[in-house]
């Protein structure tokens, strides 16, 4: 792979964390994310899931700054993204995991909508996977080919272990186009 082409997978994936666009990665770039989750699935922050997805975004914010805020400003630059982020969690992709699960678990059950029986879903249809990842920026396309791919068992939905291990291996594993 070229540079251009790293440089420009790299991009895509700090956009992904960059939700306001404003150039660096901060708290507020999560929470915009829970908001827009909870907006699209009509949840209010209030319920128990509304809670349960600020609460894993901020740990994801946490683990994120963590490993990769590294002079303590409270915001990931896009070289501290590269450095920290990139470089570090492709050395370790199970701590990337470990600090995204609360924040994906909790997101799949937003997505999945209200379970009658009260109990807490460990699946999201695949179409409300695709509505996840389009209301947090992918494009159209895109979020349709992906929310796919996540089902890899093609059940049609997406357990939590699916996405765990597909949005770690999309931001630790920079490999060319296939
Ligand atoms: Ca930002
Ligand atoms: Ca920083």
Redesign the pocket.
């Given at each position: 792979m070229d540079s251009a082409e790293y440089e420009r997978k790299i991009a895509h994936r700090f956009a992904a964390f960059d939700q306001d666009g404003n150039g660096y990665i901060d708290r507020a770039d999560f929470n915009a994310a829970a908001a827009r989750l909870l907006t699209e699935f009509g949840t209010t922050a209030r319920c128990d899931r509304g809670q349960s997805l600020y609460t894993g975004a901020e740990a994801f914010w946490q683990g994120m700054a963590g490993i990769a805020?590294?002079?303590?400003?409270?915001?990931?630059?896009r070289e501290?993204f590269i450095g920290g982020a990139v470089k570090r969690l492709r050395d370790n992709p199970d701590r990337f995991a470990e600090i995204a699960r609360p924040f994906l678990r909790a997101a799949i059950a937003v997505a999945a909508g209200a379970d009658p029986e009260g109990a807490e879903p460990a699946s999201a249809p695949v179409a409300a996977v695709e509505r996840a990842l389009r209301v947090l920026g992918a494009a159209d396309d895109i979020a349709s080919v992906a929310a796919r791919s996540l089902d890899t068992d093609k059940d049609g939905r997406i357990a939590e272990a699916e996405a765990v291990a597909a949005f770690s291996a999309y931001f630790t594993v920079i490999e060319p186009d296939a």
């Open positions: 805020d590294v002079d303590g400003d409270q915001r990931v630059t501290e």
